[in-house]
DNA sequence: AAGACTGCCAACCGCCGTCTC
DNA sequence: CGAGACGGCGGTTGGCAGTCT
């Protein structure tokens, strides 16, 4: 038997909001807050689904919302987050002030992807569609593949910590707009919560042991890459943070092909010629050249996610040079 | 001028994880 | 411990607006 209907559907209003409703729901919720938004229609004199509330005003009308044009600092963290995290829209989301999930997820499939098809890169992988970067005769590529799943993974597993945390530590109510981000792995310390003062992320042990059980199942590498990393994760301080920065250098190497600076290829110009330089595709020998830009190119963009995703620096600085 | 086509985005749908009883 | 309630998430769709023919 499958679950009831979140809410009956009789006499309940469906499609775009009047201008009235969103004025009961504005009032409602800015005097008592939404509380159970299964109640929340009732009370706020709404004939609509709690569910449907709940969206209005998460993706609408919440006054912390910036609408309108995305910028390219903007553009440029959604695809390089994507690049990282895939379809993660709410984890996207954290990691851009004031956008919501939705409407990052709308500017994705009608902007952002197929601008990356339009250049031949495979909006999923975000590896070139034509193979090129499996075919430039070494293994680059795949160790490139394999490491941006490893980050993948690795974030993933710092998000689900993050929710934790969140989840654990209502009471103290975290600033979700300001999201933790830089792993601190501590002894014994089950109930620990991110410091106010560094926004960090302290993961307690059961947690990191939780996450390194569910590795145990996937390749030995996958935990070898984590625990490779983990020693400097384990320090303190922005200095350790920039010896991690630093230890990525080999890591770096292996990215080569994998994004190399497509993000500024896709600002600065989507067309195919330009991808073709950036990918180092282009047929006349001068891909040794090319090789060594994109190498450049590549940590500068790879620091610029890793520094965006371990938000000691604003969401908005910067990511690339 | 009008119909066809395309792009965009708000909103819906259904699944999933967590919470509560 | 299991079932239902609930909220959150990502995929998809419907309808409007703009553009093309």
Redesign the pocket.
């Known amino acids: ?4 209907p ?1 809410c009956e559907k009789i006499g309940l ?5 009047t201008p009235e409703e969103d004025q009961k729901l504005l009032a409602y919720i800015e005097e008592h807050g939404h509380g ?4 929340l229609p009732a009370k706020a004199g709404l004939q ?1 689904c ?3 509330c ?3 005003w ?3 009308l919440r006054p912390d919302i910036k ?1 309108g044009k995305f910028s390219l600092q903007e553009e440029q963290t959604i695809i390089q987050l994507h690049a990282l995290l895939g ?5 996207i989301a954290t990691h851009l002030p004031k956008r919501t ?3 990052i ?3 994705w ?3 952002l992807k ?1 601008r990356l098809a339009k250049m031949g890169i495979d909006p999923v992988t975000h590896k070139s569609i034509s193979g090129t970067l499996t075919s430039t005769g070494d293994d680059k590529s795949a160790k490139a593949a394999a490491s941006l799943s490893h980050m993948a993974q690795w974030e993933s597993a710092r998000l689900e910590a993050e929710a934790r945390l969140a ?1 654990e530590s209502k009471v103290a109510k975290i600033d979700l707009d300001s999201p933790t981000s830089t792993l601190t792995f501590t002894g014994s310390n089950s109930g620990m919560l991110p410091t106010p003062r560094t926004n960090r992320l302290e993961v307690s042990e059961s947690n990191f042991a939780m996450w390194q059980s569910d590795e145990l199942e996937g390749e030995e590498s996958d935990w070898q890459f984590f625990s490779k990393h983990q020693q400097v994760l384990g320090l303190e301080g922005k200095e350790k943070e920039e010896d991690f920065i630093g230890c990525e250098e080999e890591w770096f190497t292996g990215m080569a092909g994998v994004g190399a600076g497509f993000t500024g290829m896709l600002l600065d110009g989507s067309n195919e010629h330009d991808a073709s330089e950036c990918w180092g595709e282009s047929s006349n020998g001068q891909t040794e050249h090319s090789n060594q830009a994109s190498d450049e190119e590549d940590k500068n963009y790879w620091n610029g996610v890793l520094r965006m995703v371990n938000s000691e620096l604003p969401p908005q600085s910067p990511p690339l040079v």
């Open positions: 038997m499958g679950r009831s979140c209003k469906k499609g775009p909001w159970s938004w299964r109640a609509r709690g569910k449907s709940r969206l209005r998460t993706n609408y609408r379809n993660r829209w709410s984890a999930d939705n409407e997820k709308n500017y499939n009608t902007h197929k989840r």
